[in-house]
């Protein structure tokens, strides 16, 4: 049996560490200004999943997206988000044109649940290993990086970063 979506392109934008670390207690252990501006730039007009703990760290929906939150809270509501409860029916959530494409923007275990269905990871590689209690997958063979653009450390910026665009192979 197909599931519905099933074949749907996935993007996912993530900021990671060097030890791969892309959150503490809840947080964004860094502040990148540019990086942050480049992700508003990417996922606006399109639709953003998250966990319900990354939704919560946000504080509310992003602003000129279609805000989705997978949980397995079946009582979980909030204003101005589709809530749904696997990556399946995120999935097969129908979208119209004013939807845009699918950027998955965490926590971890969404990025790990998420990763299959991935072809495109716009992924800011950042100059520092910090603390965290979340992460993000290694990225086996399969996956090919290229580099768009390179940052480093200034007033806006308290780390260098690079940002890659990493595609699934064949």
């Known amino acids: ?53 990354t939704f919560a760290s946000l504080g509310g929906p992003l602003p000129g997206r279609r805000n989705v939150v997978v949980t397995r809270d079946r009582n979980f509501r909030a204003d101005g988000v589709d809530v749904v409860h696997s990556p399946e029916e995120a999935l097969a959530l129908p979208l119209g044109p004013e939807d845009g494409e699918l950027f998955v923007i965490g926590g971890q275990q969404i990025y790990e649940a998420f990763l299959p269905h991935a072809d495109v990871i716009y992924l800011t590689e950042v100059d520092a ?16 990086l290229t580099e768009l653009r390179r940052h480093e450390a200034d007033e806006r910026n308290e780390y260098g970063f690079v940002i890659y665009v990493a595609r699934r192979r064949g």
Do not use: C, H, Q
């Not at 979506?5 to 502040?31: E, Q, T």
């Not at 290993?129 to 090919?144: C, H």
């Open 129 to 144: 290993v910090v603390e965290g209690d979340a992460y993000f997958p290694e990225l086996g063979d399969e996956w090919e």
């Open 1 to 53: 049996m197909e599931v519905p979506g099933a074949s749907r392109r996935v993007k996912m934008i993530v900021a990671r560490g060097k030890n791969g670390v892309i959150g503490r207690g809840g947080r964004i252990p860094w502040r990148l200004k540019d990086d942050m501006r480049f992700f508003r730039e990417t996922t606006l007009g399109n639709t953003v999943i998250m966990g319900r703990k």
